[in-house]
């Protein structure tokens, strides 16, 4: 007879919501700069500024990068809806 005996982990698990809307920016950005940077508990002081402030310069470039393809993908749909005589749905769109 053969055993094998294996322990397997997912990780933790985060769940967000929203009520009748999605996610802003601001919540994408947290997440994405949290995968590219963490910083350790046990970093020394002068360490943990420094990686704080490069912390803070990733979540502004992705934020920043983030709400300029928001603006491009719905400057892309209004010209679509337009383009196909839904001049009031684009209106709509360039209203949110």
């Known amino acids: 007879m053969i055993e094998i005996d294996t322990v397997s982990s997912i990780g933790s698990v985060l769940v967000s919501t929203q009520n009748f ?9 947290e997440r994405a700069t949290e995968r ?3 910083i350790s508990e046990f970093a ?6 420094q990686a704080e402030e490069y912390r803070l310069a990733i979540y502004n470039t992705i934020l ?7 603006s491009s993908e719905k400057c ?7 383009q ?4 009031d749905l684009a ?5 949110l």
């Open 36 to 38: 590219i940077c963490g």
């Open 44 to 49: 020394e002081g002068h360490v943990r500024q």
């Open 84 to 87: 196909q005589g839904h001049e």
């Open 91 to 95: 209106k709509i769109l360039s209203e």
């Open 64 to 70: 920043y990068y983030i709400q300029e393809s928001i």
């Open 76 to 82: 892309t749909m209004r010209n679509k809806l337009s």
């Open 21 to 29: 809307r999605g996610h802003p920016p601001e919540y994408w950005a």
